[in-house]
């Protein structure tokens, strides 16, 4: 238990520490005192000796990208999370169920259409949530174990949504929208504005407090299907609450955020290694790595290269390789 | 008190069992007796609600619980099945914990009162020392003594088993079945599947024997369980012989050479 307490002091201070230095990074420099002074003056009345373009940069620019990695982040690895635990398999990560899918082809439509950037991410969340919504309303009409309907339907809507990506990148216009599509279907923060954040930040509460709220029935989801019914948990209803939970925070942080892989599968497992897979503990300290891995993931993105580097590269990249080394080292945090 | 009238179970439009009958008061012993694949955990699974029964009701104190949510019935049944493992790495006293699910609603956690009734079970069936330890990664008798530890934990009337000694070494079997009697004394009644005969001769305060889609009810197996039915039931030949052990009066079933 002590040990569980300092795992989550030293993941706190970390968060902190990332968080204060991502104001740093970029193209801009800002030192350490005028960024805290910049910070609190929010709070505190504090005699103004920096720019206003420091002040437009640290509020207008960097805030809000990195309040999205963090939300993004955290909300890929929580939704991870769950879903290993209902399905009981350490595999599965967010977009098992389409979501992923269905608000790429949103987006995609999107700029097909040359809708502008909000009309992209309400497309990309609606068709997100639509791809989960017709998985789980086809699934209830299998009359098969309900966890493999869910699997099984999710990969065929998941691919069909492809398809329609793909149909929309073939007609789409090679010089300006492929581009874009393509872009965003790498995922990235770039361009991120207050208004953004903003928009995403309710669903994606709404998504998380219920979460949190049953985290410990969670560990009972986990279990055997006829075992949790019997320890009288009602899995049909609570996976309800679980996808559709899920389901919000995936697709507002995909509308913002494009596609990014990985980090619900790595980050779930690598929290299990560090507390164990009680949910009441690892809801939080899941959340905590996600937003703190993110959001380093991405101050490298920006940090590193003149030109962006896509997220979903990134976390692919520094993901898989780091996905093999904790099978090495720590061995697994699941059994079978 | 559970009572099970007219029932009628299979699987999808398969039927496996018709028109069982049968009550059980607290303090019975009903063992379940049958060959493979006859409808042991058919029934079981149906009493338990897993599987919809075809016709029939199951009664708990004269209400049909087939409106029951899973709360309500786990808070009346617990059950042990057969086999059972867990994904991910819980510890024993997490896996024991969740015993207490019933008592919860969606939102709350255990409260320290539900560890210490955990902790209490633990303690019954002596396994206190494998609380921190892995649950999926001990034997499978011990796994089953952990199982047990949560039925306990969820303190309900009636505890049903699907084969509860299969695992257990031949001391672990004989702790395990010395429990089912103090668990009687207070007041629980137990329903299990079993493959050892003996063990309605020495435990069972009924047996129901189930072959060929149908369940007959015997009263008093120790007295009343003789070596024909037995011999129809499992299509060998057996010969029940009887102990006198002083005060101590069983019998044991062999089979015929």
């Given at each position: ?11 706190w ?7 204060l230095?991502?104001?740093?990074i970029?193209r ?8 805290i ?6 709070v505190?009345?504090i005699?103004k ?15 809000p ?11 890929l ?7 290993q635990?209902?399905?009981?398999n350490p595999?599965?990560?967010?977009d098992?169920?389409?979501?992923s899918?269905?608000?790429a082809?949103g987006?995609?439509l ?7 950037t ?6 990309a ?7 989960v ?6 699934s209830?009409?299998v ?26 990148k ?21 361009g ?8 995403v930040?309710?669903?994606?509460l ?16 986990s279990?055997?299907e006829?075992e ?15 996808i ?6 995936t697709?507002?942080?995909?509308s913002?955020?494009g596609?990014?892989g ?11 290694i ?5 949910y009441r ?9 996600g ?8 101050n490298i993105?920006?940090?590193f ?8 590269i ?8 780091f ?14 | ?5 007219g ?5 999808g439009?398969k039927?496996?069992?018709?028109d069982?009958?049968?009550?059980g008061?607290?303090?019975d ?5 049958g060959?493979?694949?006859?409808g ?7 009493i ?5 029964p075809?016709e029939?009701q199951?009664?708990i104190?004269?209400e ?7 709360r309500?019935?786990?808070?009346k ?15 024993v ?7 207490r ?27 206190l ?15 089953q ?17 699907d084969e ?12 395990m079945l010395?429990?089912?009697k ?7 009644t ?13 435990y069972?305060?009924k ?8 369940v ?5 197996p120790?007295e009343?369980?003789k070596?024909?039915?037995?011999r ?9 012989i ?15 050479f």
């Amino acid at each position: 238990m002590k040990n569980i307490v300092n795992i989550r002091r030293f993941l706190w201070g970390l968060l902190i520490f990332v968080f204060l230095l991502s104001f740093a990074i970029g193209r801009y420099p800002i030192d350490m005192e005028t960024l805290i002074k910049v910070l609190l003056s929010k709070v505190f009345t504090i005699d103004k000796t920096w720019s206003d373009t420091v002040e437009t940069i640290v509020f207008r620019v960097r805030l809000p990208r990195i309040l999205a990695a963090m939300l993004v982040g955290g909300s890929l690895s929580l939704s991870g999370a769950v879903y290993q635990g209902m399905f009981k398999n350490p595999l599965v990560s967010p977009d098992i169920l389409g979501v992923s899918a269905g608000a790429a082809f949103g987006a995609a439509l999107a700029i097909f259409l040359s809708f502008n950037t909000v009309g992209i991410q309400i497309s990309a969340f609606l068709f997100g949530i639509l791809g989960v919504a017709l998985v789980y309303l086809i699934s209830i009409k299998v009359k098969e174990d309900p966890l493999i309907s869910l699997v099984i339907i999710g990969i065929l809507v998941g691919s069909i949504f492809t398809s329609l990506t793909s149909i929309i990148k073939y007609i789409a216009d090679t010089e300006d929208k492929l581009p874009t599509i393509t872009f965003w279907l790498m995922g990235s923060l770039s361009g991120i504005l207050p208004k953004d954040v903003k928009r995403v930040f309710v669903p994606i509460l709404v998504g998380i407090v219920p979460l949190y709220l049953l985290r410990w029935k969670l560990n009972v989801l986990s279990l055997d299907e006829d075992e949790a019914k019997t320890l009288g948990l009602d899995t049909g209803r609570t996976r309800i609450i679980v996808i559709i939970c899920s389901t919000l925070m995936t697709a507002a942080s995909v509308s913002i955020s494009g596609v990014i892989g990985w980090i619900g599968l790595v980050i779930p497992h690598l929290g299990r290694i560090l507390v164990g897979p009680d949910y009441r503990i690892l809801v939080p300290i899941t959340i905590l790595l996600g937003s703190t891995y993110l959001l380093i993931i991405d101050n490298i993105a920006r940090a590193f290269t003149t030109v962006e580097i896509p997220l979903g590269i990134l976390t692919s990249l520094i993901g898989a390789p780091f996905f093999i080394f904790l099978l090495l080292n720590k061995g697994r945090s699941w059994n079978r | 008190m559970i009572k099970v009238k007219g029932l009628t179970c299979g699987y999808g439009d398969k039927t496996i069992l018709k028109d069982v009958s049968f009550t059980g008061n607290s303090g019975d012993i009903i063992c379940i007796l049958g060959p493979n694949g006859s409808g042991k955990s058919t029934l079981i699974k149906t009493i338990l609600g897993l599987l919809k029964p075809f016709e029939g009701q199951v009664l708990i104190d004269n209400e049909d619980i087939k409106n029951w949510n899973w709360r309500k019935r786990a808070n009346k049944i617990s059950y042990i099945p057969q086999s059972f493992s867990s994904t991910f790495q819980y510890k024993v006293k997490d896996i024991v914990l969740m015993g207490r699910n019933s008592y919860l609603r969606l939102i709350s956690s255990p409260s320290k009162k539900d560890e210490q009734i955990a902790e209490e079970a633990m303690e019954k069936l002596k396994i206190l020392h494998l609380k921190d330890k892995i649950y999926s990664q001990l034997s499978g008798g011990e796994r089953q003594l952990v199982k047990i530890a949560q039925a306990l934990a969820q303190q309900s009337e009636i505890i049903i088993m699907d084969e509860p000694t299969n695992n257990l070494d031949f001391s672990n079997q004989i702790v395990m079945l010395g429990y089912l009697k103090e668990w009687i004394r207070e007041g629980v009644t137990v329903i299990m599947a079993t493959h050892c005969p003996e063990h309605a001769f020495l435990y069972g305060t009924k047996a129901l024997l189930v072959k060929d889609e149908k369940v007959v009810e015997i009263d008093n197996p120790k007295e009343n369980l003789k070596e024909k039915k037995l011999r129809e039931l499992y299509n060998v030949d057996l010969k029940i012989i009887e102990i006198d052990l002083k005060d101590k009066a069983s019998k044991i079933c062999i089979p015929v050479f």
